[in-house]
């Protein structure tokens, strides 16, 4: 059964760090492309940044480019994500998603491009 289960949210101010993780059960993760996306209340859910495994690369959106960085630890089986200088845009519902068919790239921040999510977990950044 291919899982994936997020941690490490919580509550910081502005400017503070937060790493999220992301542990994979049934599958490789250095198989299956993965991605983090967030959503905040009343908004659509957006990429935010991801690891495609066949291209071996990192992608962000332009909004944390330069503050967030993805890494996995293969040996653990798990994707992190490292958050800093966080900014209250950055607030909501972040999920880790796999896809075992790798999108195009330019499909690497379409939802649709995944097939396995977890629940989220909770990001909360005051001013």
């Known amino acids: 059964l291919v899982q994936v289960a997020e941690s490490g949210g919580g509550s910081v101010q502005a400017g503070g760090s937060l790493t999220l993780s992301c542990a994979a059960s049934g599958f490789p993760i250095q198989y299956y492309c993965m991605a983090w996306f967030r959503q905040a209340p009343g908004k659509e859910r957006e990429a935010v940044a991801g690891f495609h495994t066949t291209l071996k690369t990192t992608y962000y959106v332009d909004s944390v480019k330069g503050r967030f960085t993805v890494s996995q630890d293969i040996t653990k089986n798990t994707l992190h994500l490292q958050m800093s200088s966080l900014q209250p845009e950055d607030a909501g519902m972040y999920y880790c998603?796999?896809?075992?068919?790798?999108?195009?790239?330019?499909?690497?921040?379409?939802?649709?491009?995944?097939?396995?999510w977890g629940q989220g977990t909770q990001v909360t950044v005051s001013s």
């Open positions: 998603a796999a896809a075992g068919l790798c999108p195009t790239w330019d499909n690497v921040f379409a939802s649709r491009s995944y097939n396995y």
